[in-house]
């Protein structure tokens, strides 16, 4: 009995590739169209894929005829990837330290205690949407939007935020990222300084009051 002919592999390199979405394209080795590739139709579970890997797949089509990746394999191994850092004994420092500082003004009575108690809310809450994102990249399932992540920060959760990138090791390489995130850091501080000053301690009173 005669066996069919295998089907051909081709290989190519992953280009614009978004993570939080779970698909990209390939561009073939040799030139040619884009293929489209899905999380999906990688055939083992792995580390993530990333722009510039090299990878072997089937050449298949959608309901459109156009090109998809089917059963998507890494070429080689990606021991030159860079590695996430190890946790930094400073970012804990700055975490642990802020939100002492916030408890000290409770304390003295600068600020009221709902202000802490929201700083520590909304940093548990950040560091379980990062636990939750992290668990979804290692599985293949989808991802929380890095906007969702960013807006944790920006309300008041960034110092949960910053102890789950380093303590986790995720979103702690990623250098558009972590440039949004120093920005939302520093956005909050502004608005607590504002809270720290007459006119907000002021609007802060007033919004309590009438809550």
Known sequence: MMRGNPTPRYQGKITSWKDDQGFGFISPNGGGPAVFVHIKSFANRG????????????????EKGQPRAEHVSFA??????????????????????????????????????????????????????????????????????????????????WPGALLAQQLLRHKSKKESFRTMFWLTVAANCAALGWLLSPSGSDALRSILASA
Do not use: C
Not at 47 to 62: F, H, K, M, Q, W
């Open 47 to 62: 580390p993530r894929p990333a722009n510039d890997d090299i990878v072997t797949y089937e050449l298949g089509s959608n």
């Open 76 to 157: 080689r191994a990606r021991a030159s990837r860079p590695t996430a850092p190890r946790p930094s004994g400073g970012s804990l420092v700055t975490a642990a330290g802020f939100l002492a500082l916030v408890a000290a003004f409770v304390v003295t009575g600068t600020l009221p205690p709902v202000v802490l108690g929201a700083y520590l809310g909304l940093s548990a809450a950040a560091f379980i949407a990062y636990a939750f994102d992290k668990s979804a990249a290692q599985n293949n399932e989808w991802r929380t939007p890095e906007s969702t992540l960013h807006m944790f920060g920006l309300v008041g959760g």
